[in-house]
């Protein structure tokens, strides 16, 4: 079993920050890729950032710049900076983890989502 859980949402005017993170824990052997993705009311999930095991990311183009993804394999968390955050940015942010377990089979992770709201 495994389990991923969020922290780091709320509610921040246009212009503020804020600091996601995601732990897992449980039946870990090994993470791979982590990431971010986004799904505003309406709209489909799309990719924010991920980092992969090496450390290299990747962004959404629109987020460069603004937001950065980390990760702290000691911990098992992904986190995301989010920096001079705008209403469009509004989202239920969720993160996605790739475990693998001693058996050495990988499955993707979902975490439960955390509300970002940007308004002034």
């Known amino acids: 079993q495994v389990e991923l859980v969020e922290s780091g949402g709320g509610l921040v005017q246009p212009g503020e920050s804020l600091r996601l993170s995601c732990a897992a824990s449980g039946s870990i052997f090994s993470i791979n890729n982590m990431g971010w993705y986004r799904q505003a009311p309406g709209k489909q999930r799309e990719l924010v950032a991920v980092?992969?095991?090496?450390?290299?990311?990747n962004y959404a183009d629109a987020l460069k710049g603004r937001f950065t993804i980390s990760r702290d394999n000691t911990k098992n968390t992904v986190y995301l900076q989010m920096n001079s955050l705008k209403p469009e940015d509004t989202a239920v942010y969720y993160c996605y983890v790739e475990i693998r377990n001693r058996l050495g089979i990988s499955r993707g992770y979902w975490g439960q989502g955390t509300q970002v709201t940007v308004s002034s």
């Open positions: 980092i992969f095991r090496g450390g290299s990311t």
